[in-house]
């Protein structure tokens, strides 16, 4: 079955941490991935997405993720978080065999600290 | 570019009315997509088009629920005899053909009482 599992439900780090939101996904074919940002009431904003080519890329915002194949994880980095990124991240996966529909994982809030 | 356009933004509506949500997409971009997202959970496909011909509907697309886009331009999803549980944001979405991530609008957020 396809899914995404986004394991951590809320997270919170201090403003100028670190971050590290984690993504799993299975997928029976080769995935493209995606991760979304979404503030309260809004739609979705594409951060990043992974097509192919080099496993690390790099998105808006200066936000990274690294596709690591052998461990079907996508995850989300960033290296010193502010105030403005407190949102929640959805990470979703599909295949060019899906006529670009989507799969999304449940999301995490994730919360600033000042 | 003017995004992806929602209309109306909020609806509320009492359980067994029909309602009907538009969507305009990028002009430029031949796919749309409609997804609905509830209370702490990621958005859930619905269906999607490429042009005006609508290529796969979600089995959670209930024959209740209805999704055209004439012209392959906007699209409406029409909700017939709402029932609580459809209470959700309803995301649209649009993109180029090919791989490439979406545009989403701002959503629809239908309250049904």
């Known amino acids: 079955a396809q899914s995404v599992t986004q394991p951590d439900i809320h997270i919170t780090v201090s403003e100028g941490a670190s971050l590290e939101l984690r993504c799993n996904y299975s997928?029976?074919?080769?995935?493209?991935l995606f991760w979304y940002v979404q503030s309260p009431g809004q739609g979705l904003q594409l951060l990043l997405k992974?097509?192919?080519?080099?496993?690390l890329v790099q998105g808006i915002k200066g936000f990274e993720a690294e596709f690591k194949r052998s461990q079907s994880s996508f995850n989300l980095r960033k290296p010193s978080v502010h105030w403005s990124d407190a949102a929640e991240y959805f990470c979703?996966?599909?295949?060019?065999?899906?006529?670009?529909?989507?799969?999304f994982g449940q999301g995490t809030e994730l919360s600033v600290k000042p | 570019d003017t995004g992806v356009s929602q209309d109306p933004r909020h609806k509320i509506t009492k359980r067994g009315q029909n309602v009907t949500f538009r969507c305009d997409p990028i002009?430029?971009?031949?796919?749309l997509y409609w997804y609905r997202q509830t209370l702490g959970q990621g958005p859930e496909f619905l269906t999607y088009?490429?042009?005006?011909?609508?290529?796969?509907k979600s089995r959670l697309l209930s024959d209740r629920f209805s999704a055209e886009r004439p012209k392959g331009s906007f699209s409406t999803l029409e909700i017939q005899r709402t029932e609580q549980g459809d209470s959700a944001m309803y995301l649209c979405?649009?993109?180029?053909?090919?791989?490439?991530?979406?545009?989403f609008g701002s959503g629809t957020r239908l309250t049904v009482v």
């Open positions: 979405a649009s993109s180029p053909a090919g791989p490439s991530g979406y545009t």
């Open positions: 997928y029976g074919a080769t995935p493209y």
């Open positions: 992974y097509f192919s080519g080099d496993t």
């Open positions: 979703a996966v599909g295949g060019n065999n899906q006529g670009g529909k989507l799969i």
């Open positions: 002009s430029e971009h031949n796919r």
């Open positions: 088009f490429q042009n005006e011909a609508q290529l796969e």
